[in-house]
């Protein structure tokens, strides 16, 4: 049924669905017909005296609250919270995800996030009693299942990436950047050597810095060089023996592959720095290239970009690092490993000699570990190097049509993404990367990540990823190509979107006036 | 070639013609052919998805411990508690689920209001005027915490209680490494901090953050006013790591006089879920705000005048602030957020209390069972307890697991397993090895709990 009532279920209601226009056979995904109405908040929905929870009939014995809480410790009033039926609390929540764009929806080509298709076999798997269910506190005996995922995730992410070993533990990119570094700091403690600084390029992750500073070191930022790479004199410039190493994206974010990368691992080893991978851009070369293989001594992978598992609106995501065999031992623990022939439990738990220790509670996100188990049992070898071809074969035909309509800093081929400039149409027209990500919301697609990398003015950041057909980008680039028109044409895009369930919002009055919560609403 | 890639043959030969290419290997030219694989990758061959589904399956049945074949008594953060249908059908819708961080607000008000909401939710438990979107779970929320009091206080000691989470004190230590903070434990006496005298620190060695657990993780309840004076004395910030669901039944931590409050927020809606994903839970007082980690909320109007949401205070953000960044958390967990806004709002504030005293009932009656066994003492004597509360019996703690699981109970945690054989300089090796820490919660029946407790004093004889 539709909202209006159109009829007939299921009957070929087309409000709101953009075709292609380009290809014959298929069409675009995206089609999204979104709510345009305000929702109150939960509170404003609330009805004292309405509930909708029910727990389990237990025979337990009813002692009052005061036989149970000493009174100085008692609160008097219960929480306030909302007061709603089942039935509220189900069109609250439904109307809201009616407001919000999603990869489900339509294409996401959000540069640097990799925003692909995410299967839904890996919800069923992420939803099973026996892998859900699990207490993390059970010990090795009563939970060799999981323990058998980690070990044979852990064996896939050290095949596809060259490495020897791998901690599945960081909850997330910025996790596992954080665990790289406290890894490169142990293994020059364990050499005897303080080393202070890290060289990051200009063009990475903001993270990348931040993490730099909380794992102790300084960064020292190295220029990328006319071709978008880093520049490698001024990199020779800044080596010496107090450089702990270096964080690299490769392809870096310009959607680029460093075609220096033997010679800048030899620059870092020669003065005993190790190279640290940051896998965000790692669905480009999937069966191509590895990192261990380019000479990386720390990998971390980002399982919601590369293997699919679903990014939750901003998280949960699963960062685990992976190592060269010299830094093997101070991985942190407990780590799963398979127990030698003859014991009494196939799996078990070791910690290493010189661990860092724990960087997680438990064993790491480990649901968002066996979806992306799973991703990868159903793509084996030979599909996950499909992945990358595809990946990169989508991001060049988006370059190549698009190099008329846009600016395109480093016209040659890229990798995953390719990065475009607004440049052009602001000088002329005054229109901007932003106003560009805006109107494409009209069209149904996601926005281009703007403004990054910071190194390129006015940046359109495009990842199609693998799992858009040609359909899609051609629907793709006719909108972006229509929004450049109209630019020319002298149509305002400072105001776009107009049909989104909101319009551009107030950024400044959120900092300025912060309401954090409802309860801080000026009355 | 089972997989979800929609392009055809001939699609790929006219995007490559498109191109001015003729093989899909052209397209990695600029990768240096020395460092090419050269081979295929060494995994197994692509499976259907049926096939990879019975294989998952097959792994969940080699979990003993999974909760619908083994009654859990079994807490130390993660908690058996109640998720009902409708939580799960609506935090799983797929817009919820397949978004990413709300970049565009314009297209994605539901993850922004349902975080508001959370926010609002969250700073209500916790008893302080500002919540975050949420952290990675309750260890890395401390270790934001702790760099948060760190840099408002100007001081790198942290006094840290013996009652935090051992897991969450490693994780912390962990981190400490790149920080230089010097984090030291401060021991329990029956169950209870015991917080060293200011006067006898040396200047240099006064702390900058004191953390308490409320209740700790040995389930007792702490006296929160007494490191309040220590913090009013000295000018330390104080943490407080509080349980959201014992949160229906005691005075909020910030009522008590914390400055930060964290939590693990698995209780509100998460599946045990082996350990992850799970959220933080991170609220702070107002002065605080500016030193907040992680991603923030607010409301604000768009350019009609709607109502809107929208993330806000970027600037503390380490996109902009690069290496001044105090933190580099850049996302949140806010598919957790989701659930746990849905699950507190189908609890609401009577079902929200109900869950905590529940919890209490139950802790009360499996304690009393307990204790009254022959050989089984309290292992924190007559500190009250609430939700969870620690053992000793005859035979080691891990030998009981096993034993109970026999039997069809997850009968707990091993205290060894969390704070090792030697114990931790509260409890020492001997506690450690013979300890259990044991956890009731609104699901278990009286039934259960009866059965239980028969099933110890058969096993620990």
């Known amino acids: 049924m539709t909202a209006d009532g159109g009829g007939v279920d299921g009957g070929g209601v087309d409000g709101g669905v953009r075709t292609a226009g380009g290809a014959a056979g298929g069409r675009a995904t995206s089609a999204p017909i979104m709510g345009s109405e305000a929702e109150p908040t939960l509170f404003e929905l609330s009805q004292p005296g309405r509930s909708s929870w029910q727990l389990r009939t237990t ?3 009813e002692w009052d609250v005061d036989e149970l809480v000493p009174a100085d410790h008692r609160r008097d009033e219960p929480v306030p919270l909302a007061e709603v039926s089942e039935r509220d609390l ?38 099973l009693p026996g892998l859900a269910g699990v207490h993390p506190g059970a010990p090795p005996s009563l939970s060799q299942g999981w323990l058998q995922i980690f070990v044979e995730l852990e064996e896939a992410l050290c095949e596809v990436t060259g490495m020897a070993a791998a901690t599945l533990q960081p909850a997330a990119g910025a996790a596992g950047e954080l665990t790289g570094l406290l890894l490169m700091r142990a293994y020059h403690q364990s050499r005897g050597e303080s080393r202070h600084r890290v060289i990051i390029p200009d063009s990475a992750h903001g993270t990348n810095p931040a993490s730099v500073t909380l794992g102790g070191y300084e960064t020292v930022t190295v220029p990328s060089d006319e071709r978008g790479c880093v520049d490698l004199a001024a990199l ?20 680029l592959f460093e075609e220096d990368i033997e010679a800048i691992a030899a620059a870092i080893h020669e003065v005993g720095g190790l190279l640290y991978y940051d896998g965000a851009n790692l669905n480009a070369i999937l069966g191509v290239v590895r990192p261990g293989d380019m000479g990386f001594d720390i990998v971390h992978m980002n399982l ?80 996950l190097r499909r992945v990358a071809e595809r990946a990169v074969l989508n991001a060049n035909w988006i370059r190549r049509r698009l190099r008329d309509s846009y600016d395109v800093p480093f016209d040659r081929p890229c990798m995953h993404e ?82 989104t369930p909101v319009r551009r919002v107030d950024e400044a009055r959120a900092a300025r006036s912060l309401v954090p919560t409802f309860d801080a609403r000026p009355l | 070639m089972p997989d979800y890639l929609p392009h055809t043959e001939d699609e790929l030969v006219q995007m490559l013609t498109f191109l001015g290419l003729s093989s899909l290997d052209e397209l990695f030219a600029a990768v240096p052919e020395a460092l090419r694989l050269g081979r295929g990758l060494e995994l197994a061959d692509g499976s259907p998805e049926p096939d990879v589904l019975a294989r998952m399956e097959s792994l969940g049945e080699a979990n003993r411990a999974r909760s619908d ?148 993780y040995l389930g007792c309840l702490e006296d929160i006013g007494a490191a309040r004076r220590i913090c009013d004395e000295t000018g330390a910030l104080l943490v407080v790591a509080a349980d959201p669901v014992a949160a229906g039944l005691l005075r909020s931590p910030g009522e008590c006089g914390a400055d930060v409050v964290v939590g693990e927020g698995q209780p509100l809606g998460t599946a045990l879920s082996f350990g992850g994903p799970y959220l933080g839970l991170f609220a702070v007082a107002q002065k605080h705000v500016r030193r907040l980690p992680g991603r923030l909320v607010g409301e604000t109007v768009d350019l009609e005048g709607t109502r809107a949401y929208v993330t806000t205070l970027r600037a503390r953000e380490q996109d902009i602030r690069r290496e001044k960044a105090t933190s580099n958390v850049c996302t949140n967990q806010t598919l957790m957020a989701v ?17 905590a005293l529940r ?4 802790t009360r009656f499996c304690r009393e069972g307990l204790w009254a066994l022959d050989g089984v003492e309290p292992l924190t004597g007559a500190t009250p307890t609430l939700r969870e509360f620690a053992i000793r019996t005859p035979i080691p703690g891990r030998l009981a697991i096993e034993r109970l699981a026999d039997e069809g109970y997850l009968g707990g945690l091993a205290l060894a397993d969390l704070i090792g054989d030697d114990g931790d300089g509260s409890l020492g090796g001997d506690d450690a090895v013979h300890g259990l820490l044991i956890a009731v919660t609104e699901r278990r029946t009286k039934a259960e709990v009866e059965g239980f407790v028969r099933t110890m004093d058969k096993v620990v004889r």
């Open chain 2, 69 to 216: 074949r083994l009654v859990c008594f079994a807490g130390g953060g993660a908690y058996d508690h109640e998720v009902p249908p409708v939580v799960r059908a609506l935090a799983g819708r797929s817009e919820f689920v397949t978004s990413y961080t709300p970049y565009q607000p314009e297209v994605a008000q539901g993850c922004l209001q349902a975080v508001f909401e959370f926010q609002t939710m969250v700073a209500r438990l916790a008893g302080l005027p500002v919540s975050n979107a949420s952290l990675y779970d309750g260890a890395n929320a401390l270790v934001e915490a702790v760099n948060l009091g760190v840099a408002a206080s100007g001081r790198q000691t942290v006094w840290v209680s013996a009652g935090i989470q051992p897991h969450w004190r490693a994780v912390l230590r962990t981190f400490a490494a790149g920080t230089g903070h010097e984090v030291l434990d401060i021991p329990l006496e029956n169950g209870r901090t015991g917080w060293p005298m200011v006067t006898s620190q040396a200047a240099d060695e006064t702390p900058g953050v004191l953390v308490l657990g409320y209740p700790n």
């Open chain 1, 236 to 255: 020779r410039s800044v080596l010496d023996t107090d450089v702990a190493g270096i964080m690299l994206t490769n392809p870096n974010t310009l959607g």
């Open chain 2, 359 to 362: 919890c209490a009932r139950g």
């Open chain 1, 418 to 499: 390719v990065v475009l400039s607004a440049a052009s149409l602001r000088k002329r027209y005054g229109t901007k990367a932003l106003d560009v990500g805006k109107r494409l919301l009209e069209f149904g697609f996601h926005s281009p990540t703007v403004y990054f990398p910071l190194i390129v003015d006015e940046a359109l950041m495009i990842e199609p990823t693998e799992t858009e057909s040609l359909q899609t980008l051609e629907a793709l680039a006719a909108a972006l190509e229509s929004i450049a028109a109209e630019a020319a044409a002298g149509v305002p895009l400072s105001e776009a979107p107009r049909t």
């Open chain 2, 339 to 355: 659930y746990a806004a849905v699950q507190l709002g189908w609890l609401g504030t009577t079902g929200l209390r109900e869950v």
């Open chain 1, 59 to 61: 025979g337990m014995p």
């Open chain 1, 304 to 383: 919601h970009k590369t293997f699919a598992t679903p990014h939750g609106g901003g998280g949960p995501g699963a960062g685990p690092v992976a190592v060269s065999r010299r830094l093997v031992e101070f991985l942190p623990g407990p780590r799963p490993v398979r127990l030698p022939a003859g014991a009494t439990l196939e799996y078990g738990t070791m910690t290493p000699a010189r661990s860092i220790g724990r960087v997680h509670s438990w064993h790491g996100n480990a649901l968002v570990l066996a979806r992306a188990l799973a991703y990868l049992e159903v793509h084996g070898g030979d599909g």
């Open chain 1, 90 to 127: 189900v069109g609250h929540f439904t109307r809201l995800s009616h407001r919000q764009f999603s990869v489900d929806l339509g294409a996401y080509p959000l540069g640097s996030c990799t925003m692909k298709y995410n299967p839904k076999l890996c919800d069923t798997v992420a939803g």
